[in-house]
C-alpha cells in the first residue's frame, strides 16, 4: 500500500521531501516512528537521515510515539484486552520507541486487571454459568465435561493473550468460581 509517489529506485530523499511526505501520511494514517523511519528508508533516504527528520518532526509534533502507544493500548482494552507484556510486543512490532513504550505502560492498570476486564468482556456468560454449575466430579456427567471444557478453553485464551494463570484464577475466585473443581 502506497502513499504518495515513490522515489526513483536509488534516488535519495531529501529532508524536506521526507517531512511533506510524512506530514501528509500522518493526516491519514497515524503510526510510529519506527514505522515511518522504515517507509522513508523504502523510498530511498539513507537511515541516518531518515533518523535525522524523524527527529525533527518529533521536536515538530508531527509524530508522537507516546500518543500513538497510548491510542494502541486504548483499543486494547475490554474484548480485545491482553497483558502488558503482550502490549509491550506488540508495540514493539508497531516500531515505537523504547521510551514511549515505558511511559505507555506505566499509565496502564494492571494485568490482573486487564485480565478481569478480558474475562468479563468475553466471557460473563461462561463465568456465571461456571459459577453456577454442580462442578462435582463424583458423577462426572456431560454438564460437568462440558464445563470443564469450557474452563480449559478460557484459560487457553487468557494464556494466548499473556495473561498468567494466577491472575486468571484470582479473577474466577472472585467470581466465586473454584476451578479445582474442575482442574483437580
Do not use: K
Not at 65 to 82: F, I, K, M, P, T
Amino acid at each position: 500500500m502506497s502513499s504518495g509517489p515513490a522515489a526513483e529506485p536509488g534516488a535519495a530523499i531529501d529532508e524536506a521531501r521526507a517531512r511533506a511526505l510524512v506530514i501528509e501520511r500522518q493526516s491519514r494514517l497515524r503510526t510510529s516512528s519506527g514505522r515511518l523511519i522504515a517507509w522513508l528508508v523504502e523510498r530511498g533516504m539513507t537511515e541516518e537521515a531518515a533518523r535525522e527528520a524523524m527527529a525533527g518532526l518529533e521536536r515538530d509534533g508531527y509524530v508522537d510515539d507516546l500518543a500513538y502507544a497510548v491510542s494502541v493500548a486504548r483499543a486494547r482494552q475490554g474484548r480485545r484486552s491482553e497483558s502488558r507484556e503482550a502490549l509491550r510486543q506488540r508495540l514493539e512490532r508497531l516500531g515505537v520507541r523504547v521510551e514511549a513504550i515505558d511511559a505507555c505502560l506505566a499509565m496502564q492498570s494492571s494485568d490482573l486487571i486487564r485480565a478481569a476486564d478480558w474475562l468479563r468482556s468475553n466471557h460473563r456468560a461462561a463465568l456465571l454459568a461456571l459459577r453456577d454449575g454442580d462442578g462435582s466430579q463424583e458423577t462426572a456427567d456431560e454438564s460437568w465435561l462440558r464445563e470443564r471444557a469450557t474452563l480449559l478453553r478460557i484459560l487457553r485464551q487468557a494464556e494466548r493473550r499473556g495473561f498468567s494463570g494466577s491472575d486468571i484464577f484470582v479473577v474466577l475466585r472472585r467470581w466465586q468460581i473454584d476451578a479445582s473443581r474442575w482442574l483437580g
